[in-house]
């Protein structure tokens, strides 16, 4: 049973919240965590920098302020507040083909 | 607390344009909010830097203040735009000029372009 108890990476976490909530049609949780080594906020777990892509129905109808507010609430106050950075691409199942990234 | 809040509604009203930031507009402490306040000096938006990393009260109020967990905050007439995916990405679909624009705040439509120019 003890690999039962060993704690959940926490990019599973925020992929499971995420599918539960939206249902998404596209889903990229990415841990960013060694990009930033030794930056602040890099508290030495190798997880504290995160980047979630998501494209959802769910979406469509928010603006982007509510969008991202939407995906805070459903990751909860706990998860968000122990990660430092969470990087967000949030699409409604509407919108336009993604832009190349900058 | 209340102080606070009170303290971060008089900062957003009297400035048509605020970043909360970790750090300085000409010394950030973060690489999200050195890539906001990147953005405007580089369109010449005159703007007020609140750095919370000098004030836990702030640090803490103004997340409080938008129901917004994270830093940086923008603010333009009193109003939260959003923080730095928010930010980037309106500065450049040009939804931040519209906005400026909107909002009567002066900015280097010229910068702004160069911006979307070097990111396309």
């Known amino acids: 049973m ?4 060993r704690k959940m990476p926490i990019v599973d976490e925020i992929r499971d919240k ?3 909530a939206f249902a ?3 889903l990229e949780v990415v841990n960013e965590s060694h990009r930033h080594r030794g930056h602040s906020g890099d508290d030495g777990s190798g997880e504290t920098h995160f980047h979630v892509t998501i494209r959802a129905e769910a979406f469509s109808a928010l603006g982007r302020v509510a969008r991202e507010r939407a995906v ?4 909860g106050r706990d998860l968000v507040g122990r990660i430092h950075a ?16 900058a | 607390m209340a102080d606070a809040q009170e303290q971060i509604r008089q900062t ?12 300085t507009k000409s010394m950030p402490q973060c690489g999200f909010s050195s890539r906001v306040a990147g953005v405007l000096n580089f369109m010449g938006v005159e703007y007020a830097d609140i750095n919370v990393l000098a004030d836990e009260d702030i640090r803490q109020g103004i997340k409080d203040y938008s129901d917004w967990p994270t830093i940086p905050q923008l603010y333009v007439k ?3 735009v959003g923080g730095c995916d928010i930010i980037t990405e309106m500065t450049l679909s040009g939804e931040l000029d519209q906005l400026l624009d909107q ?9 702004a372009d160069k911006i979307r120019d070097a990111n396309a």
Not at chain 1, 87 to 101: F, H, N, S, V, W
Not at chain 2, 12 to 23: A, E, Y
Not at chain 2, 103 to 111: F, L, S, T
């Open chain 1, 86 to 101: 969470l990087g967000l691409k949030i699409e409604g199942a509407q919108d336009g083909a993604p832009r190349d990234p």
């Open chain 1, 24 to 26: 998404p049609q596209r």
């Open chain 2, 12 to 23: 957003v009203t009297d400035n048509d344009v605020v970043l909360f930031m970790k750090g």
């Open chain 1, 18 to 20: 995420l599918e539960q």
């Open chain 2, 103 to 111: 909002k009567g705040v002066r900015y280097d439509k010229a910068a």
């Open chain 1, 2 to 5: 003890k690999g039962l108890t």
């Open chain 1, 72 to 75: 805070h609430t459903a990751l």
């Open chain 2, 78 to 80: 009193g109003e939260f």
